[in-house]
Nanobody, 122 residues
Framework: QVQLVESGGGLVQPGGSLRLSCAAS????????MGWYRQAPGKQRELVAV???????NYADSVKGRFTISRDNAKNTVYLQMNSLKPEDTAVYYC????????????????WGQGTQVTVSS
């Protein structure tokens, strides 16, 4: 199981910005993809954005042009810069890491963060 620690959520007014961070801990050799998902009350968890180790990105249509995902491979950390936030962006945001390898271990792992609340409201 991969340990992921998220930070950066909070309350922001419509049109505002927030930056989420998620760091994977442990003696990590590589992480293939890292991403952000969100789950609003009464809705299914959905993909927000994902980034590969090579820097390729994919975004949900609803956030394109407003959110930017990035990562620091040396720190095993992924970021989500959220601009022009809307009330419909309100959700718990979860970090995900896929195909994680640790030094001395040939297996691949994946995991989820504990979630961070983002509330967009005036």
């Amino acid at each position: 199981q991969v340990q992921l620690v998220e930070s950066g959520g909070g309350l922001v007014q419509p049109g505002g910005s927030l930056r989420l961070s998620c760091a994977a801990s442990g003696s990590i050799f590589s992480i293939n993809a890292m991403g952000w998902y969100r789950q609003a009350p009464g809705k299914q968890r959905e993909l927000v954005a994902v980034i590969t180790s090579g820097g390729s990105t994919n975004y949900a249509d609803s956030v394109k042009g407003r959110f930017t995902i990035s990562r620091d491979n040396a720190k095993n950390t992924v970021y989500l810069q959220m601009n022009s936030l809307k009330p419909e962006d309100t959700a718990v945001y979860y970090c995900n890491a896929d195909r994680v390898r640790y030094y001395g271990d040939s297996y691949y792992y994946k995991g989820w963060g504990q979630g961070t609340q983002v509330t967009v409201s005036s």
